[in-house]
């Protein structure tokens, strides 16, 4: 690469270097901001959708019926004995 002290003689020639220099810089530098609001808009973008995510599992644990209690275990066994009482 061409720097200003091998064209020191050239005036014009070394101000359209730098300006070129300065131009791929600003570009670099555009490149990054842009590179970065990208990330972060895709990290809110997640978020969100861990935030909805979160929101609907609740609403899926509200809108699930509750389990019916089963009946106790001595219901059920007089249920037979009145069973075998009326077979008598």
Do not use: C, F
């Not at 509200?62 to 001595?74: D, I």
């Amino acid at each position: 690469m061409l720097t200003a002290n091998d064209l020191h003689h050239d005036a014009l020639l070394v101000r359209k270097i730098k300006r070129m220099q300065q131009a791929e810089a600003r570009e670099a530098e555009e490149e990054n901001e842009a590179a970065e609001q990208a990330r972060e808009e895709e990290e809110m973008v997640q978020m969100s959708q861990r935030e909805v995510q979160r929101k609907s599992r609740r609403i899926e644990i509200k809108m699930s019926p509750s389990p019916t209690p089963a009946p106790p275990s001595s219901a059920v066994s007089g249920m037979s004995a009145l069973g075998a009482y009326e077979r008598q």
